[in-house]
């Protein structure tokens, strides 16, 4: 069996440092907003060439405080992607803002910036981009639209990890930006985790206040704020894997370009070809019509995969009432996409035999 994903043996390689490192932040009984966060947040800032980073406890609240640091009115709308994971809209929502729906460009599945000025209302105060699959939008047609119109930029980067446009890292771009640390993101905790890059000083120390229920001194509160921390724990766990990125980010990117290879001509709709990217293959999607019966295909050849997402985000029962259609080419992603493994512990041997199937069933 080739499985898409297996937390297991992606984390064997880091399991004596994980325990020796345990074992150290346990011994030094200082659990939250010590020393492994401070550095942590150095490290990641300095990673990801921004000035800041504030580490949260998972990727929907960093999303949230960098919403609420930028003190949009209420009911200001905001845009963000149609074909974007729920969490995007959730925190919008969860700001006090009203999410307005932008199409993607099919041949990347990012926010298509031809299609910003149509979305744009009287109340449009921010652009909320995703970095969808590890690779980044068109930020600089993005941010060139967000200067001319006063809006700010919020990048998404929960799947983009190391992602490059024209050596320029993820969460660099925008004014204040999110990041997951979920298990399997190719910078993956041992549990929930997120943090906010930014290179505006005020913004950073926003969010570093409001993470700690609103208080830079204890017991006394500046505004109303959250409980959101990085764990101690997560953050030592996160430097470990941290160290070693961009040898996962190369593993994936080769294992990706063999997929290009052996699937160049099996009839399914491959990633477009990089650019002035670097994607770094969080997931690696291809597109197909029968994509329900090619999964079912490959499971029962022993190979799992994965859809993000099978349901466009319009479509998704909490959000009737609140979201605005028609989303057509959201709907055509999701109703086509499947994701293939391509994790830290798969091999070329894998690729090729998963390309072979899908080749079996495309014939």
Not at 60 to 84: F, I, K, M, Q, Y
Not at 161 to 189: D, Q
Not at 296 to 317: D, S
């Amino acid at each position: 069996m080739i499985e898409y994903e297996n937390l297991g043996l992606l984390n064997a390689p880091y399991q004596k440092d994980f325990q020796d490192v345990f074992f150290k932040v346990s011994q030094r009984g200082w659990y939250i907003l010590g020393e492994e966060v401070k550095n942590f947040e150095q490290e990641w800032a300095a990673y990801c060439g921004t000035r800041f980073a504030v580490g949260v406890a998972n990727g929907l609240d960093a999303l949230v405080l960098c919403l609420r640091a930028l003190n949009l009115a209420h009911g200001s709308e905001v845009l963000v992607p149609s074909n974007t994971y729920i969490a995007t809209i959730l925190a919008v929502l969860q700001a006090g803002l009203v999410p307005v729906l932008v199409e993607p460009r099919i041949e990347d599945y990012n926010m298509d910036p031809d299609r910003l000025r149509p979305a744009l209302t009287p109340k449009t105060r921010a652009i909320l981009v995703v970095h969808l699959y590890g690779r980044l939008a068109q930020m600089e047609a993005i941010m060139a639209f967000a200067r001319d119109q006063g809006l700010y930029v919020v990048e998404d980067c929960a799947q983009a990890h190391g992602a490059e446009r024209n050596g320029k890292k993820a969460g660099a771009w925008g004014h204040v930006n999110a990041w997951s640390f979920y298990p399997t993101k190719n910078l993956g905790a041992l549990g929930d985790a997120g943090a906010v890059t930014t290179d505006d000083e005020e913004l950073a120390d926003r969010v570093r206040v409001m993470r700690n229920y609103g208080s830079r001194v204890k017991y006394y509160n500046e505004v109303v704020g959250v409980n959101s921390r990085l764990d101690e724990i997560q953050a030592a766990f996160l430097r470990i894997k941290l160290r070693r990125l961009e040898e996962l980010i190369a593993h994936k990117r080769n294992l990706a370009q063999l997929y290009h290879v052996h699937l160049a001509d099996a009839g399914v709709v491959l990633p477009e070809k990089e650019g002035q990217d670097r994607h770094v293959y969080h997931i690696f999607n291809v597109r197909h019509p029968r994509r329900d019966d090619l999964r079912e295909y490959l499971l029962e050849k022993g190979i799992k995969t994965e859809i993000h997402y099978p349901v466009a985000p319009v479509h998704q029962r909490a959000m009737q009432g609140i979201l605005k259609g028609p989303t057509p080419i959201a709907e055509e992603i999701h109703a086509t996409t499947l994701s293939l493994p391509i994790s830290g512990f798969h091999s070329e041997t894998d690729v090729e035999r998963v390309a072979d199937v899908i080749k079996e069933f495309t014939r």
